[in-house]
């Protein structure tokens, strides 16, 4: 009995299957969906044997060649960030940690630099057959940074369909020891586990940005969800293609953006692709939106998510709300304002300080930059 109790309080829960449809027939009832093996069913208070979700059917896509152009053609991708003009500074490592990866799709792979089993200590990730969501994942990511990605780190944390606290934590180190820049936590569960926060508070103060979905109880018992409710963490809602707050999405004083998030054609396995809905595959949108931003930038995660905030586009109601939180996330703007505005450094401890402007000091010179040290003022054009 205490190992029982032990096990279930330190569970933190996958939303590998909600609101996920596959193939031609109806979208199912409650009773009828499949969830992963001690999955917290976090609609389950709102279904009554109700649909869960009114998106028409789906079907099947194959992809055909590696610049997938259905996924190119569906809705999401017309948010994603293009490539700036100016040069790129760094390429960066974005690491999920999720239940694996199973596709061969070069338009993915070759972008993996590394991958860990946080159960088996190995390099092995096989994702869970047949549903695929740490694949699904990692599409959603490059949809947002497919003309800069970066490098992805792919850990595996799932313990035969559930995700454990202590295999996320030893998937928060792996990515700190190994170099990642932002993580992404598609996965959630209710009340904060020691733990897991103490590892997230070492990733952040290491300089590493944490995304993590919001939830999908929006239409149910609409708890705050950990990691997306710790301190510092990006949490994430989902919209729909008219920019609308999921029903499913999770709404509280926690969410800081919302992005797609609903009848987003994702890889599933090899060329296979499926729709898929869930704040899942919003929060892997924003991290790699983020995760191509940083490249040109190199911000801190402090600096990063300001920058996303104040230029979110409004949807609900004006300023923050709990329904979308800043709004829905705009790349381009977001690059904008972190290389065109005033910004004053107050402390730096580092020896080096990078600074970069939108366009050649020469045609604005009215863009400066101040040092200072102690009183000694150094003023640079």
């Known amino acids: 009995m205490i190992t029982l109790l032990f096990c279930i309080s330190f569970t933190t829960t996958s939303y590998a299957q909600e609101h996920i449809f596959i193939g031609e027939h109806e979208a199912p009832h409650c009773n009828d969906i499949e969830?992963?093996?001690?999955?917290?069913?976090?609609?389950?208070?709102?279904?009554?044997?109700?649909?869960?979700?009114?998106?028409?059917?789906?079907?099947?896509?194959?992809?055909?060649?590696?610049?997938v152009p259905a996924i190119t053609q569906d809705w999401p991708f017309q948010y994603h960030l293009q490539q700036p003009s100016y040069p790129q500074l760094a390429t960066l490592t974005l690491a999920i940690i999720d239940t694996g990866f199973s596709s061969t799709n070069p338009w993915l792979s070759k972008y993996i630099?590394?991958?860990?089993?946080?159960?088996?200590?190995?390099?092995?990730?096989?994702?869970i057959r047949g549903r695929e969501h740490g694949t699904l994942v990692a599409t959603a990511a490059m949809?947002?940074?497919?003309?800069?990605?970066?490098?992805?780190?792919?850990?595996?944390?799932?313990?035969?369909?559930?995700?454990?606290?202590?295999?996320?934590?030893?998937?928060?180190?792996?990515?700190?020891?190994?170099?990642?820049?932002?993580?992404?936590?598609?996965?959630?569960?209710?009340?904060?586990?020691?733990?897991?926060?103490?590892?997230?508070?070492?990733?952040?103060?290491?300089?590493?940005?944490?995304?993590?979905?919001?939830?999908?109880?929006?239409?149910?018992?609409?708890?705050?969800e950990y990691p997306a409710g710790y301190d510092g963490v990006i949490s994430v809602g989902a919209v729909t293609e008219k920019l609308q707050r999921a029903s499913f999405s999770t709404y509280n004083d926690r969410v800081s953006v919302v992005a797609p998030g609903t009848n987003m054609l994702l890889i599933r396995n090899d060329y296979l692709t499926r729709y898929a809905n869930g704040t899942s595959f919003a929060a892997p949108f924003v991290a790699g939106t983020l995760a191509m931003m940083q490249q040109y930038t190199q911000l801190s995660p402090v600096l990063l998510k300001e920058a996303i905030e104040v230029t979110a586009r409004d949807l609900h109601t004006k300023g923050y709300d709990n329904e979308t939180g800043y709004g829905f996330i705009q790349g381009k703007e977001a690059l904008q304002y972190i290389r065109s505005v005033t910004r004053d450094i107050i402390h730096v401890t580092s020896n080096t300080v990078h600074v970069t402007f939108s366009q050649s000091l020469k045609t604005l010179p009215y863009n400066t930059v101040t040092l200072y040290n102690g009183i000694k003022k150094s003023t640079y054009l």
Do not use: W
Request: charged share 20%; with cysteine.
């Open 35 to 67: 969830y992963l093996e001690a999955v917290d069913i976090t609609i389950a208070s709102a279904c009554q044997n109700a649909v869960p979700h009114e998106d028409p059917p789906r079907e099947f896509h194959y992809l055909k060649d590696a610049q």
């Open 113 to 127: 630099t590394s991958t860990y089993n946080v159960e088996t200590n190995t390099t092995d990730i096989p994702d």
């Open 143 to 224: 949809i947002a940074m497919h003309e800069a990605p970066t490098n992805l780190m792919l850990i595996k944390a799932d313990r035969n369909g559930a995700l454990p606290t202590s295999n996320i934590v030893r998937g928060i180190n792996y990515a700190i020891e190994n170099g990642a820049d932002i993580i992404n936590l598609s996965l959630g569960g209710p009340g904060k586990q020691t733990a897991e926060q103490h590892a997230i508070e070492q990733a952040l103060a290491a300089g590493i940005t944490i995304v993590a979905a919001a939830g999908n109880g929006g239409d149910g018992r609409n708890r705050i």
